[in-house]
């Protein structure tokens, strides 16, 4: 015979126990869901700064007196 089957097993106990790791697995539920619904309010700012930016492509570029895409002025001494 084994050693749990020597043991006897209190109902009250096992409820007791098992109610205490429900209250624990819930507890860590609400903390996932809370996460979960920070990462969806960041994923849902971000979609949306992404829809109001300009595409790539359909900016304008500068005219060629006023620099290149770096914002420097073209130096003076620049040959034509």
Not at 53 to 59: F, K, L, M, V, Y
């Amino acid at each position: 015979m084994t050693r749990d089957a020597d043991r006897r097993t209190d109902p009250t106990a096992v409820t007791v126990l098992l109610a205490a790791e429900a209250a624990v697995l819930k507890g860590r539920l609400g903390v996932l869901r809370e996460a979960i619904d920070e990462v969806d309010a960041r994923i849902n700012a971000v979609s949306e700064k992404i829809k109001r930016s300009p595409a790539a492509g359909d900016h304008e570029a500068p005219p060629a007196d006023e620099g290149s895409a770096t914002g420097l002025a073209p130096s003076p001494a620049r040959r034509p």
